[in-house]
């Protein structure tokens, strides 16, 4: 039997947690990735990007652009992370030990991947709780209590479950989202200007580019999570493909339809916009639409949920060793529950758009350094060669301080703070260029270039001839 007819059915629990998998346990195939990342950006969440982008100034027309170039953009760096996943057979972020080190992966990058988590979780608490109450007329914090357990559970499941569910979820996603098309088609009533291509105005056209590219960077800190089980043989062309277009399209689409349901009123919450969409289709179907889109947050925030869980491990790990077991994935799931749920209570859904508009931005900034960091070395310096078993050892050959990759982290970050245009400070720089913000523009290839000169010193032919001499662990 190849590696590809086996499965680890949905109703089974998950065992391994940031551990290698290895090549007899692998299954499945790259069109899979498809599903995940399609559905993965069709939920309320996903959509209140639009609402916030249009909400920055700018008209309807330049905002979709914007919407359509960001998604693009990031979804790009997003997807050739994801093609690590069979290669590697890791978790996303235990892979950057061997630009971080052991340690200082631990206190830089996962610090902040921890933070895109609860970011991300505690924005879809504040909307389930606000759908749950639309829906079922049940308080909200009860609601995100509900919401928060079936993603939990999902979660524990793991792996599988998570990619059976968005199987599931795929083709209802799809006739959703086209009903939706319809619907604010049919309701119109767009304000004035919202079409005219003459009103440009570069910053908050900028701005919506940063926060679109953002939420898409967003999936990089855990995009190979959900491919680490595939066979090797699956290329990194056709996971890199199968990601980008999923997840890139359905972006475009969701984030897209976000904008056009907000348009008419700006002043409606997220929840109560899409409501109106669906009930301009006809009476009462503004709710089953709400169904549907919190179905697929429910699925986003165990997707949350899990890769939070694996940080957190892999975060402890750093410090004192850790069996990865499921256990250890239940406690780190409920630390994870009981941090979102506090975070949402203070933030509430009257404060959602400025909230999540700032974590998209502040999230972009975090995570640019990184994965130039990240993918220049996997592409370019180590082309894919890695000692696995030297990944998981405190003083192996990565070291406990990878002082290649947080420096070129560091100078990459630096480089952007005069480029930043966020609600509490805008840089120097950005406010000479009248407050557009161009500081991915900036950290990418200043990140990406100090890692390459400083990459320089490593020796590669000693670790490709430990990567060789380790064949039972990474052959296939």
């Known amino acids: 039997m190849s590696s590809s007819d086996k499965t680890l059915a949905p109703s089974q629990v998950e065992t391994r947690s940031v551990d290698f998998v290895p090549h007899s346990e692998r299954f499945g195939k790259s069109r899979d990735l498809g599903n995940v990342w399609f559905v993965g950006n069709v939920n309320l969440v996903a959509m209140a990007t639009g609402v916030v982008a249009l909400s920055l100034g700018g008209n309807l027309i330049w905002t979709v652009i914007a919407v359509v170039l960001g998604s693009l953009f990031g979804t790009f760096f997003m997807a050739f992370h994801s ?38 979780n505690t924005s879809d608490a504040i909307l389930s709780g606000a759908a749950m109450n639309e829906i079922f007329k049940i308080p909200s914090e009860v609601g995100f209590f509900i919401a928060a357990a079936i993603a939990t559970v999902i979660a524990i499941y793991g792996y599988s479950q998570i ?38 105005q570069l910053a908050p056209f900028m701005t919506a580019f940063v926060i679109v590219a953002g939420f898409q960077l967003g999936w990089a800190p855990y995009v190979s999570d959900y491919s680490r089980y595939l066979p090797a043989t699956e290329g990194v062309r056709s996971t890199f493909k199968a990601t980008y277009i999923a997840s890139a399209l359905s972006g475009i689409w969701v984030f897209g339809l976000g904008a056009f349901a907000s348009s008419p009123d700006g002043e409606l919450s997220p929840v109560a916009a ?74 509430g859904e009257d404060r959602f758009n400025s909230f999540y508009g700032n974590a998209l931005v502040f999230l972009a900034y975090l995570f640019t350094p990184w994965t130039a960091v990240n993918l220049v070395d996997y592409f370019f310096v180590r082309k894919g060669v890695y000692v696995i078993g030297e990944i998981f050892k405190k003083d192996g050959i990565y070291g406990r301080w990878g002082w290649r990759g ?71």
């Open 406 to 476: 947080n420096t070129a982290y560091l100078v990459g970050f630096a480089s952007m703070i005069p480029f930043f245009v966020t609600t509490p400070y805008t840089g120097p720089i950005a406010k000479s260029l009248g407050s557009v913000d161009y500081s991915l523009f900036v950290g990418l290839p200043v990140s990406a270039i100090v890692y390459l000169i400083l990459a320089r010193g490593l020796d590669l032919k000693k670790e490709a001839a430990m990567a060789a001499a380790e064949g039972n662990l990474t052959k296939h």
């Open 83 to 120: 093609a690590q996943g069979p290669q590697l057979g890791l978790p996303q972020l235990v892979q950057s030990r061997a630009q971080f080190g052991y340690i200082g992966a631990a206190l830089t990058v996962w610090i902040f991947a921890l933070v895109n988590y609860i970011t991300y």
């Open 274 to 347: 899409y409501k109106a969409v669906g009930d301009s289709i006809f009476a009462g179907f503004g709710t089953l639409l709400l169904v549907v889109l919190l179905a697929g947050l429910l699925v986003v925030m165990s997707v949350n949920a899990y890769g939070g869980s694996l940080t957190l491990i892999s975060m402890a790990d750093s410090i004192k060793r850790v069996n990865p077991t499921k256990k250890a994935r239940l406690i780190a799931l409920l630390i994870m529950g009981l941090t979102v749920w506090g975070i949402a209570q203070f933030v």
């Open 163 to 200: 990619h059976f569910i968005n199987r599931i979820l795929f083709w209802p996603s799809i006739i959703t989202l086209g009903v939706m098309t319809v619907g604010v088609v049919l309701r119109g009533s767009f304000p004035e200007g919202a079409f005219d291509l003459g009103n440009f």
